[in-house]
């Protein structure tokens, strides 16, 4: 595939298609079913994803936390500036419990480690200052391109401070489409209910529709699930250029694997129960992961802690899910070229956007806090 075949994943949705909230409860959302196997779609309800699942089945989540990463700070002349923290990019933001930096005003050093990369809405160069209401401020060490690093300067850590003062961030699209500001309301809506560890700031919304109740129902079905971590960037928005398709790869992104859930997915495998994942970022965090055993020539997943840049679009032979969990994405984005390669490797006789358009037909809603669709 090359970059110019992009025009064939255009198609045209309806404005009253994008929902601007989510549904309540969340497993009222719609989910579209394409069984690949006999070329049919079912239309039913996320509360009874069960039913589409085979018994024993292996259900991989991403348990990424969206943080509440754009912020309204003063200037030192008393003017304010917007900043988002790209807390993704935070490299030691990475403990189990999610901790971000705090700087050691202890030592009189007053001097935090790593750099803090920011975006910003205005002039911002080296030296200035950025304040938090209570006085704790950024200070603007570096510039590289459109990102600002900078030093936090407060006796409270990132984390506090973004949740004292940050606003969770919601996709331009749905801001444009008049979706609500209610922070504490999208707090709650725009995370997971099994969010944990990391700092994304987006959320994996394939996994917003999940309610203890269908976590229940799949459990008695036999169904486990197994926890693995990819925290979103603003990259998952990015429109894609040419050298992407050169390269075969795309914006970093941290992902996190446990040695525990490593040696569950491996066992799962081998012992031929169906895989399904759960989104774009686990799909990418397995295709990631699974590599052929050393001694016996099996694919098995290998704990990790690091970053991905894979880019997966058609053709490309997958060896981790046998199933796919998604939401319906942006036209001529990286996830539905994902969603259209594992499509093609099922041997799909429809296509991505064909069955787009059948949803678009039904109604379905649309991105972050649309419906559901299960590729099986």
Same mark, same amino acid.
């Given at each position: &595939?090359?970059?110019?075949?992009?025009?064939?994943?255009?198609?045209?949705?309806?404005?009253?298609?994008?929902?601007?909230?989510?549904?309540?409860?969340? +497993?009222?959302?719609?989910?579209?079913?394409?069984?690949?196997?006999?070329?049919?779609?079912?239309?039913?309800?996320?509360?009874?994803? *069960?039913?589409?699942?085979?018994?024993?089945?292996?259900?991989?989540?991403?348990?990424?936390?969206?943080?509440?990463?754009?912020?309204?700070?003063?200037?030192?002349?008393?003017?304010?500036?917007?900043?988002?923290?790209?807390?993704?990019?935070?490299?030691?933001?990475?403990?189990?419990?999610?901790?971000?930096?705090?700087?050691?005003?202890?030592?009189?050093?007053?001097?935090?480690?790593?750099?803090?990369?920011? =975006?910003?809405?205005? /002039?911002?160069?080296?030296?200035? /200052?950025?304040?938090?209401?209570?006085?704790?401020?950024?200070?603007?060490?570096?510039? +590289?391109?459109?990102? $600002?690093?900078?030093?936090?300067?407060?006796?409270?850590?990132?984390? #506090?401070?973004?949740?004292?003062?940050?606003?969770?961030?919601?996709?331009?699209?749905?801001? #444009?489409?008049?979706?609500?500001? #209610?922070?504490? !309301?999208?707090?709650?809506?725009?995370?997971?209910?099994?969010?944990?560890?990391?700092?994304?700031?987006?959320?994996?919304?394939?996994?917003?529709?999940?309610?203890?109740?269908? =976590?229940?129902?799949?459990?008695?079905?036999?169904?486990?699930?197994?926890?693995?971590?990819?925290?979103?960037?603003?990259?998952? $928005? !990015?429109?894609?250029?040419?050298? %992407?398709?050169?390269?075969?790869?795309?914006?970093?992104?941290?992902?996190?694997?446990?040695? !525990?859930?490593?040696?569950?997915?491996?066992? *799962?495998? *081998?012992?031929?129960?169906?895989?399904?994942?759960?989104?774009?970022?686990?799909?990418?965090?397995?295709?990631?992961?699974?590599?052929?055993?050393?001694?016996?020539?099996?694919?098995?997943?290998?704990?990790?802690?690091? +970053?991905?840049?894979?880019?997966? $679009?058609?053709?490309?032979?997958?060896?981790?899910?046998?199933?796919?969990?998604? %939401?319906?994405?942006?036209? /001529?984005?990286?996830?539905?070229?994902?969603?259209?390669?594992?499509?093609?490797?099922?041997?799909?006789?429809?296509?991505?956007?064909?069955?787009?358009?059948?949803?678009?037909?039904?109604?379905? !809603?649309?991105?972050?806090?649309?419906?559901? &669709?299960?590729?099986?």
């Amino acid at each position: &595939m090359e970059y110019r075949d992009l025009e064939k994943y255009d198609y045209r949705l309806p404005k009253e298609l994008i929902r601007k909230c989510g549904v309540e409860p969340r +497993d009222s959302a719609r989910l579209f079913v394409y069984d690949t196997g006999t070329d049919t779609v079912f239309h039913d309800t996320f509360a009874n994803l *069960a039913s589409y699942l085979p018994e024993r089945a292996m259900l991989v989540l991403n348990e990424t936390r969206v943080v509440p990463a754009r912020l309204m700070l003063s200037k030192e002349t008393g003017g304010k500036i917007e900043a988002f923290v790209l807390a993704n990019e935070i490299r030691d933001a990475r403990p189990e419990a999610g901790e971000m930096p705090r700087s050691d005003e202890s030592s009189g050093s007053d001097v935090s480690d790593p750099l803090i990369p920011i =975006l910003v809405d205005r /002039k911002c160069v080296p030296g200035m /200052k950025l304040f938090f209401p209570d006085g704790s401020r950024f200070e603007v060490v570096s510039q +590289d391109e459109n990102r $600002f690093f900078v030093r936090l300067h407060s006796g409270k850590s990132l984390s #506090d401070l973004l949740d004292a003062y940050g606003e969770t961030p919601i996709p331009h699209y749905l801001e #444009d489409a008049g979706a609500t500001r #209610d922070e504490q !309301a999208l707090r709650r809506r725009y995370q997971t209910v099994f969010a944990r560890s990391g700092a994304s700031v987006a959320a994996p919304t394939a996994s917003l529709h999940f309610t203890d109740q269908v =976590l229940g129902s799949l459990a008695g079905k036999g169904i486990e699930t197994v926890r693995v971590g990819l925290d979103v960037g603003l990259g998952t $928005f !990015a429109s894609l250029r040419p050298e %992407n398709f050169v390269s075969k790869t795309l914006h970093r992104e941290h992902i996190r694997v446990s040695e !525990a859930a490593a040696e569950r997915l491996t066992r *799962a495998k *081998a012992e031929g129960r169906g895989m399904v994942a759960v989104g774009t970022t686990a799909l990418r965090t397995l295709e990631t992961v699974i590599v052929p055993g050393a001694d016996t020539g099996m694919t098995e997943f290998r704990p990790y802690s690091g +970053d991905t840049d894979i880019f997966i $679009f058609p053709p490309h032979g997958f060896r981790s899910a046998d199933m796919l969990l998604t %939401n319906f994405h942006l036209p /001529k984005s990286s996830l539905m070229l994902l969603v259209e390669a594992f499509l093609r490797d099922k041997g799909a006789k429809r296509t991505l956007v064909s069955l787009y358009e059948e949803a678009i037909r039904e109604g379905y !809603a649309f991105y972050s806090f649309g419906d559901s &669709m299960l590729i099986r």
